[in-house]
């Protein structure tokens, strides 16, 4: 089973090492596509061998499109001859963390794209050099639900944001699962000084048309908005199993 995993990463040096070491088991290449990371994101990442390839990108200058982000996985991607490809944001991960038998199984049935079901991982005060698999309590968002796995063998096509797919446009072999086959731990709200500061530079970089169709609007919520939305999902949360 060939599995290849793609990320576009900026400034993600405290992420990146527990995004490569949760595929590495799982993977055959890791692609990070590093947009203008001005830390030691590529360093790190290129500190795990040749089974990890960083690709320096850019579309906007200084500017993060998302629109523009999904069509550079989107095209990345095809060109890869995987089995499965998972392409996602460095702070999400796929569990369970073996997935040969599912994805076997999927190929049998001709499924080429496994459903996800999407969980908020939350903790306000993660140790950056501590297990990130002891974070158990989540917050179940069905809007996190996204298609980040599928054959490449399709002509995948997301709306904004990889939330969902636009089935008609993703050519013959679309065919999604019945049922959710994985979980998808999305580990951004697991300390609090880390999601406002991170906010602040992701939002600073967002792109204006964008933000005008309220895209990537969380990132731009004052720092009481973020503390409020983190406790009501505490409120909400469960615990997954490690």
């Not at 090492?17 to 030691?40: C, G, Q, W």
């Not at 095809?78 to 994805?103: G, S």
């Not at 906010?199 to 792109?207: A, F, Q």
Request: proline residues 4%.
């Amino acid at each position: 089973m060939n599995i290849d995993v793609v990320t576009i990463a900026h400034n993600e040096e405290k992420m990146i090492k527990y995004f490569i070491e949760h595929y590495l088991p799982m993977a055959r290449t890791i692609y990070v596509l590093d947009h203008e990371s001005t830390d030691n994101t590529s360093k790190v990442a290129k500190s795990y061998g040749d089974k990890v390839k960083v690709i320096p990108v850019q579309f906007k200058s200084n500017v993060f499109n998302v629109y523009l982000a999904g069509k550079m996985k989107q095209q990345f991607s095809k060109q890869l001859d995987a089995d499965f490809v998972i392409a996602c944001d460095t702070d999400e991960m796929l569990f369970p963390r073996d997935p040969v038998q599912i994805l076997t199984e999927c190929i049998k049935n001709k499924i080429t794209v496994p459903l996800t079901e999407g969980y908020h991982m939350l903790s306000e005060s993660f140790d950056f050099s501590s297990n990130i698999y002891e974070i158990q309590r989540a917050y179940r968002d069905p809007h996190f639900d996204k298609k980040i796995i599928f054959s490449p063998k399709i002509d995948i096509e997301w709306v904004v944001g990889q939330h969902f797919t636009i089935p008609h446009l993703c050519g013959n072999g679309y065919k999604e699962s019945n049922l959710p086959l994985f979980q998808l731990r999305h580990y951004k709200y697991i300390n609090m000084d880390y999601i406002i500061s991170r906010n602040k530079v992701v939002g600073s970089r967002l792109d204006q048309e964008e933000t005008k169709m309220g895209i990537g609007f969380h990132h731009l919520w004052s720092e009481k908005q973020q503390r409020d939305y983190i406790e009501k999902m505490m409120k909400e949360s469960v615990v997954l199993s490690k």
